[in-house]
């Protein structure tokens, strides 16, 4: 009896203290509307405090802040990808809110390709952002009435805003100018007042998901080295596979580096600073038993990367020989090359010849200046090589060939291309007739070793942390 009494008293205790709103303590002085509309979003999950008993009312509030209250009142967030935003890079919290953003058509970004995320929006593209959620969902439309403080405004922003004003999200006796701020307490009552109008016409639900401390997968380009024989294909083939007819050279074959400052042109042989010759010539008769071994590799480390929630890339299938340029698209979202590389790394498999043992990777050393890479591309690829090497030879039969390590090839195609980091394997040696039984037996724990070096960097390095 006494231990009824007691879980009695506690639930009426915890219905009691628990408040249906906000318990504030910063907002004091803010009127009636603020207060309702800071306490709705609260309620409905949409916005939070910046602490649990301070809103901080009077504070801006960012671009990315205030597309994700739009988006979760919504219900419209989820895992897009923001692939034609240049600065929402997969660390930034609000990655999946950009894309969200872009995919509903609420914010496009700037002419530039930007989102400027953490910049403070101001009220001029709050009023165009809450318009466009409103005209979307609701006859709003810009009204007669001329309002001339909005039509001195820049071009883009005036119907959105005679729209704002028609509609009451914003009060046409408040004029404001394309620098005005928003505080977080006025974008609450905007919001707010959209909330009111789309309760009407659509179901308004509680946002319960979490995508903004959702981090985007790991993407991994696999590369399986080589392909079928260049000097068996058809032009429209060699085409297709992205390699160049040079006549002045008589021969196929594709640019070694980017222009000099313009990435994804090619050097076409002047104005270019990078290492080797500019011109790569495509070597016909390629070895008849590698392909398939890279790509038998490759397809196993892919699958064991996607069952431990790597996303993967491959870049070549059974019948194809890319160029080593036509392999770097898949660094992009869609195979897009005027998008922001999106992979995180691009690992090459390959298998060794000319008389040894082992596996090893590639070091890329030296001063390295390819441009508008991560200044430590070349250290974040060797080091990656390392610990897929590692595991390659603690997983498997294959040995350690030269310490594990080649080095001094700055001039390979890919490395002078790449827009992320490349690990570059030589797995065994294929005409080592020791190798090549390990090769085609073990192909499953290669491929798994080759996964679980990743997998180790990752965690290692914080990158992974589920
Ligand atoms: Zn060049």
Redesign the pocket.
């Known amino acids: 009896m006494k231990k009824t009494v007691s879980i009695l008293l506690t639930l009426t205790l915890l219905l009691c203290v628990s408040p249906a709103y906000a318990a504030f303590t910063d907002m004091d002085g803010k009127n009636e509307e603020t207060v309702n509309a800071v306490n709705l979003l609260y309620e409905k999950n949409y916005i939070s405090g910046r602490s649990d008993t301070e809103f901080d009312p009077d504070a801006g509030i960012s671009r990315a802040e205030f597309a994700a209250v739009m988006l979760r009142m919504l219900g419209n967030m989820g895992e897009n990808r923001p692939y034609y935003l240049k600065d929402v890079t997969k660390d930034k919290w609000y990655y999946y809110v950009a894309g969200s953003a872009a995919e509903t058509g609420m914010m496009s970004g700037f002419e530039d390709g930007t989102f400027r995320g953490d910049d403070a929006i101001p009220k001029i593209q709050a009023a165009a952002i809450a318009t466009r959620v409103l005209k979307d969902n609701t006859g709003a439309d810009e009204g007669s009435e001329s309002i001339p403080w909005i039509e001195s405004l820049p071009e883009w922003a005036v119907g959105n805003v005679k729209t704002a004003a028609n509609a009451g999200i914003i009060d046409k006796n408040e004029a404001f100018n394309s620098d005005s701020e928003i505080t977080r307490g006025e974008a609450a009552v905007m919001v707010a007042r959209v909330y009111d109008k789309l309760k009407d016409v659509r179901a308004m639900t509680d946002y319960t998901e979490n995508y903004e401390t959702r981090r985007p997968p790991i993407t991994i380009v696999i590369d399986p080295g080589h392909g079928i024989d260049s000097g068996l294909t058809s032009t429209e083939k060699r085409l297709d596979d992205g390699w160049i007819y040079n006549s002045d050279y008589n021969q196929w074959g594709e640019?070694?580096?980017w222009k000099s400052g313009e990435f994804w042109h090619d050097?076409e042989?002047y104005g270019?600073i990078?290492k080797g010759d500019?011109w790569y010539r495509m070597e016909n008769g390629d070895r008849e038993t590698e392909p398939s071994i890279n790509l038998r590799n490759a397809q196993s480390a892919a699958n064991y990367l996607e069952s431990i929630g790597y996303e993967v890339r491959i870049t070549r299938g059974a019948d194809d020989n890319p160029s080593m340029t036509k392999r770097l698209v898949y660094c992009y979202p869609n195979n897009d090359v005027n998008a922001v590389a999106d992979a995180d790394f691009f690992v090459c498999l390959h298998s060794n010849a000319g008389g040894g043992r082992g596996s090893a990777y590639i070091e890329l050393s030296g001063a390295y200046d390819q441009t508008r890479i991560n200044p430590d591309y070349a250290y974040i690829g060797n080091t990656l090589g390392k610990y897929i090497n590692d595991e390659i030879v603690a997983q498997t039969s294959v040995s350690e060939y030269a310490g594990g390590v080649i080095s001094g090839m700055p001039e390979l195609v890919l490395f002078c291309k790449s827009p992320v980091p490349i690990a570059y394997l030589e797995i065994g040696f294929y005409d080592n007739p020791s190798d090549l039984e390990i090769l085609n037996s073990e192909y499953d724990m290669i491929g798994k070793a080759v996964a679980d070096g990743i997998d180790k960097y990752c965690r290692d390095t914080a990158m992974k942390t589920d």
């Open positions: 640019w070694r580096h050097c042989g270019c990078q500019c």
